[in-house]
C-alpha cells in the first residue's frame, strides 16, 4: 500500500512538473509581452493624447487603462485555448502567425512608425474623447494584436492551471507598471524627450524582432514537422 502510494505521489508530482513553467519560460514571457506592449514608449503617446487634460484627469485615464489592459490578457490567457477550438486554428498556426505580426511591428518600432498603433484619422477622433483609456489606449495601443497573440500562444504552450497563474500574474505586473508610468507621464515625456523616446522604441523593436523570429521558426516546425528534424 506505501509503494502503491508513493508511486501515485511521485506520478502526480511528475505531472504537475509538466505544467509548470520554468524560469527561463516565465522571463521569456515577460519579455515578449513587455516588447510587444511597449510601456516606456507608448508613455509618450500616452502624455501626448492627455497633454490638454489636467493631471488628475490624465492619472485616472492612466488607472483605467491599466485595469482595461489587465482584462484584456486575463481574458485571452484563460479562454484563448477555446477560441482556438472554435475557430479551428491550432497553436502552432497561431504562434507562427503571431510571429508575423510581432515581427511586422517591430519593423515598424525600428523604422519609429506607429502606423500599426492606429491611422491618423482614429488618433485624432480619439485625441476629441474624454473616454479613451480603453479604446484606443488600452486596445490596440498597447493590448494589440501581438500582445494579445503572445499571451495566448503562451497560454496554450503552459496549459496547466499554475502556469496559467504565473502568466497571469506577469500580465498584472506589467500593466499596473504600464499604469504607473502613464500616471507619471509628463515628467517621463519631458526628462527622456521625443529623441530618447525614439531610442527606447527601437531597442525594444529589436529584442521583439528577435522574439518574433523564435516564434515563427517554432509555429513553422510544429507545422511541418519534418523542418525540425
Not at 40 to 59: C, E, K, L, P, S
Not at 80 to 107: D, N, P, Q, S, Y
Request: hydrophobic content about 55%; overall charge positive; proline content about 3%.
Amino acid at each position: 500500500m506505501l509503494h502503491a502510494f508513493f508511486s501515485i505521489t511521485t506520478a502526480c508530482k511528475a505531472n504537475n512538473r509538466k505544467h509548470l513553467m520554468t524560469e527561463t519560460a516565465l522571463i521569456t514571457y515577460v519579455a515578449a509581452l513587455f516588447s510587444m506592449m511597449n510601456p516606456i514608449g507608448n508613455t509618450g503617446v500616452f502624455a501626448g493624447m492627455t497633454a490638454d487634460r489636467d493631471a488628475a484627469t490624465a492619472r485616472r485615464i492612466a488607472w483605467t487603462c491599466a485595469g482595461a489592459i489587465a482584462l484584456t490578457l486575463l481574458t485571452v490567457t484563460w479562454t484563448g485555448g477555446i477560441l482556438l477550438k472554435f475557430f479551428g486554428i491550432t497553436v502552432h498556426e497561431l504562434r507562427a502567425a503571431g510571429g508575423v505580426i510581432v515581427l511586422l511591428i517591430a519593423l515598424s518600432m525600428l523604422r519609429s512608425d506607429n502606423s500599426h498603433r492606429q491611422t491618423p484619422q482614429e488618433a485624432a477622433s480619439a485625441a476629441e474623447q474624454n473616454h479613451i483609456a480603453v479604446v484606443p489606449l488600452a486596445i490596440p495601443i498597447v493590448a494589440g494584436p501581438g500582445a494579445i497573440a503572445t499571451a495566448i500562444v503562451a497560454a496554450e504552450r503552459h496549459s496547466g492551471i499554475w502556469a496559467k497563474i504565473d502568466l497571469s500574474i506577469a500580465a498584472v505586473g506589467l500593466a499596473l507598471f504600464t499604469g504607473f508610468l502613464f500616471s507619471v507621464s509628463k515628467p517621463i515625456a519631458n526628462k527622456l524627450g521625443e529623441s530618447g523616446m525614439g531610442v527606447v522604441t527601437r531597442l525594444m523593436g529589436m529584442v521583439l524582432a528577435a522574439i518574433a523570429m523564435g516564434m515563427l521558426a517554432d509555429g513553422v516546425k510544429g507545422m511541418i514537422p519534418a523542418l525540425a528534424s
